[in-house]
């Protein structure tokens, strides 16, 4: 029991879990003086639920369990600053630092435009993702392979990735005759160059005797490359895709801020030309959120798909 309890129940998440909880029954300054009030916290109630579990749940693998229980506790103690500093005693300008409350009921009242800017922006990111990803590993490694070609091609392309997709957005905003052909070639240069030189690398990082046992078993270099050098290479595609992943979404947040007319970066960029930060701050978060879960989703499809590493 002693055991259960130090484990599960005593700890500082647990603590300041509890504490955000309780200052739901204290009195709000905030509601007393900013027009409209403190929302209803069911919603900021149901993601400190929400954080519980899922915090509760990943005790049980005992080895993450000192690094769980620190980002919880990370996670707990700024909700509940946020909540006694903003919704209880109103220190900071209400204006500017909207109460949790209120952020996050924004997911009740705004869910509809919320999630069509999230189809929207999901559909450019995984399409544009896809193309980059797919042309840069099999132009790289078709590069990679051949010495002369490497020689003649890398320092451009080096050259080319030192420059930020971010700097070129907006001219590519402007010229191209609609924002979905931007927005993916925006996406797709972001990743591509990066993504190409990476290919070029883990190509000369397969042993020459595998290489040279395929050629002398007469296989073609298609079968070379997309059996054995591909694959070969997998987990290192894999590992890079987070970061394509955060890049792809950087440069389209931007893209949509400066001539979408829907998604999430649309959606905050909106919400901050009307000075509505309460909206702008559930959008951001919200961001945070979809890039945690797919860099998640990325982890464990690497698990499921690839068996080997090195």
């Known amino acids: ?7 599960y129940v005593l700890n500082l998440a647990n603590l300041f879990f509890v504490l955000t909880i309780l200052c739901f029954l204290l009195p709000s300054r905030y509601a007393a003086e900013m027009r409209g009030g403190l929302k209803s916290p069911l919603a900021f109630a149901v993601v400190l639920a929400a954080v519980e ?11 993450k369990a000192r690094a769980v229980k620190d980002v919880t506790a990370s996670v707990h103690i700024f909700l509940f600053a946020w909540e006694f500093i903003v919704s209880r005693l109103n220190l900071l300008p209400y204006i500017f630092v909207p109460a949790p409350e209120n952020v ?9 435009t919320i999630l069509i800017g999230f189809f929207s922006s999901m559909e450019l990111i995984l399409a544009g993702l896809f193309l980059s990803v797919v042309s840069s590993v099999i ?6 392979y051949n010495k002369r070609l490497t020689n003649a091609v890398y320092p451009i392309a080096k050259a080319l990735s030192t420059v930020p997709a971010l700097i070129y957005t907006p001219y590519i905003v402007l010229i191209m005759p609609t924002f979905k052909l931007a927005s993916l070639t925006v996406i797709f240069l972001s990743i591509f160059w990066g993504s190409f030189m990476g290919a070029i690398n883990n190509t000369a990082f397969v042993e020459k005797k595998i290489i040279s046992a395929a050629k002398v078993l007469n296989l073609s270099t298609p079968t070379i490359f997309f059996r054995i050098i591909i ?10 895709l987070p970061i394509h992943l955060a890049t792809s979404l950087m440069t389209l947040t931007v893209a949509e801020m400066l001539g979408a007319d829907t998604g999430m970066g649309y959606y905050v960029r909106v919400s901050l030309n009307y000075a509505n930060y309460t909206k702008a701050i559930a959008g951001i978060i919200f961001i945070g959120f979809v890039v945690t879960v797919l860099n998640i989703a990325i982890q464990k499809a690497k698990k499921h ?3 080997w590493n090195y």
Do not use: C, E, H
């Open 231 to 240: 694959p070969f290479n997998l987990p290192r595609y894999i590992n890079a």
């Open 53 to 63: 579990i899922l915090f509760l749940s990943q005790l049980a693998n005992s080895k």
């Open 1 to 7: 029991m002693k055991k259960f309890l130090s484990k």
């Open 305 to 307: 798909l690839v068996k």
């Open 139 to 144: 132009l790289g490694t078709l590069v990679g």
């Open 104 to 112: 996050f009921d924004i997911f009740v009242s705004d869910w509809r």
